[in-house]
């Protein structure tokens, strides 16, 4: 019976280990500073305590944790002599990445419909958006991501794994896993349309709400209205577009299979890549986030010079 498996991807860039490894060390390093420091500065700066800004920093945490369960793992695989990973890590791996991935994408869906209320609805918009409201959606979402995965990964630790134990990935994930189980494993078409379910479900209400703000921003008579009632939500509309545009790559292939290669590329941008634009889309790209770390900079050396 295996106990462990091997990811079969690593072996082959034993030699350029370390060329892969400082790269994606620095990336992860980004991910992390990044995704704090806008957490930090929404708790810290008081013009930033709006709903919005809310979600944005639970989104941050949750895109923390989410690398977090895979990209050191990677960092280990590519320079350590063994690549492998327990089956008890490896179902946690599977479990973690994928409720913090659900959970971001309730939250994105939050994100949404606070920006419909906002721009189709102002007027009612503090009443309808309340703290308690906020709270509620991230707690909801947290508690969807978190149980909706539970059940596959228990049935999964129930399976007999036998024969092969190399995962054609870079991280454990359901598909690659399965094929290594030693018994049927077709209940999993059903989990899988349970998820499939889910991940459109999400996609139909953000799309739905976009659509929604559009027709109101162009139906707006002054150009600078438009320009603004946009600006406040492009950069959750260029999150929602690389974050389900990833997933339905990932996950909504159907029969489709892809090459070794392309299952690697997909995975690395789905893993690596979509978290390591999203601080740079919402603080960079952000001018109140942007003024708000000035702020808080600048209120840092006072406090220094002060202290000195």
Known sequence: MVTEFLFSIFPHLHEGGLLFFV?????????????LVIVIVVQLDTAL??????FISVLSFLEIWYTTTTI???LSNLVSEQKTISLAGCLMQMYFFHSLGITEGCVLTAMAIDRYIAICHPLRYPTIMTPRLCIQLTAGSCLCGFLLVLPEIAWMATLPFCGSNQ???IFCDFTPVLSLACTDTSLVVIVDAIHAVEILASFLVIALSYIRIIVVILAMPSAEGRHKAFSTCAAHLAVFLLFFGSVAVMYLRFSATYSVFWDTTIAATFVILAPFLNPII?????KDMKDAIGRLLRSQKKADRAGR
């Open 49 to 54: 305590r709006t709903p919005m800004y809310f």
């Open 72 to 74: 050191p793992k990677m």
């Open 23 to 35: 790269p994606l060390l620095i990336v992860y390093v980004f991910i992390i500073t990044g995704n």
């Open 282 to 286: 919402y603080s960079l790209r952000n």
């Open 167 to 169: 995962i054609h990935q």
